[in-house]
């Protein structure tokens, strides 16, 4: 049973939390889907990341914003319909079969993994008032991680209504944003950390070191969007697979990140536990 009047950084002391990126989907399942945490749930995931899009009329869902055509097979967005119209809507599978599956309420999803996970809220941004309400509303206050970039406005918005809920900025060059950000009375718990090359400074032991003395966890992506955008210099689910588990999910697991993000939760956890990682949420 997970104890979340426990920190973060206490959970994960002597365990590793891998992040079901969307949940855990596949074949007709949709990613984004209750059915997918529910899978990421039995699968053991310590975590599970979501998606947030937001209808005309200020409605939460759980979809990834701009995926309309690969997801729904739908040219129009959710941002432009209203939430009775996206009420109606159903994803399509791997396949762009048909399928049973429709979009569901943010409220759905944190009312479901109430008690069960950790919850990455992407696309925090796009509402931080709106989507911190809620979060309150739900009762999650003590799962739910939130982010954003470094960007002022958003740390604003941020510092105004949601100080008290862990966060964690998007990184990709070490500096002290942490620090700052902790000065400045938000609940900054760690950093997302994105890194094109093995020796930039946010994925060196020093660094991953340095947050941990500072009680605060590193989170690294081995997801693959899109193969131009490299988040953990080719240490990727990709190439945990193509090439070796060693050189992917090994290496982040051996460089101390303490999150691991990805698209192949079982295949990960059933690698890295051979290589006597303890998983928390087992």
Not at 53 to 67: E, L
Not at 159 to 183: G, Q
């Amino acid at each position: 049973m997970i104890d979340f009047e426990k920190s973060i950084f206490e959970n994960t002391r002597d365990n590793l939390i891998l992040c079901a990126h969307r949940g855990l989907s596949s074949a007709d399942i949709p990613c984004n889907t209750l059915s997918a945490f529910k899978a990421a749930v039995m699968a053991g995931a310590g975590m599970v990341e979501l998606d947030v899009s937001i209808s005309r009329d200020g409605k939460y869902f759980v979809f990834h914003p701009g995926m309309e055509h690969a997801h729904l097979n739908k040219k129009k967005l959710i941002a432009v319909m209203k939430s009775e119209k996206v009420k109606k809507l159903k994803f399509v599978n791997q396949d762009n079969c048909a399928t049973d599956f429709g979009i569901n309420k943010l409220e759905e999803i944190f009312n479901y993994l109430k008690g069960k996970c950790y919850i990455n809220v992407d696309k925090f941004w796009t509402d931080v008032r709106g989507i911190t309400e809620c979060i309150r509303k739900c009762g999650v206050e003590k799962q739910v991680i939130v982010k954003t970039s470094t960007n002022k406005k958003h740390i604003d918005e941020v510092k105004k209504y949601a100080r008290d809920l862990m966060f964690m900025p998007i990184v990709r060059h070490k500096d002290d944003i942490t620090d700052s950000l902790v000065e400045q009375g938000i609940n900054c718990i760690g950093a997302e950390v994105l890194f094109q090359k093995e020796d930039e400074p946010v994925a060196s032991e020093e660094y991953i070191n340095y947050m941990h003395s500072k009680g605060r966890i590193v989170f690294a992506n081995a997801i693959v969007y899109n193969k131009n955008d490299v988040l953990a210099a080719g240490h990727s689910d990709d190439n945990s697979i193509s090439i070796s588990p060693d050189y992917g999910w090994g290496w982040l697991a051996d460089k101390g990140f303490d999150v691991i993000q990805t698209d192949w939760c079982l295949l990960a956890k059933d690698y890295l536990e051979k290589k006597n990682a303890v998983f928390f949420n087992d």
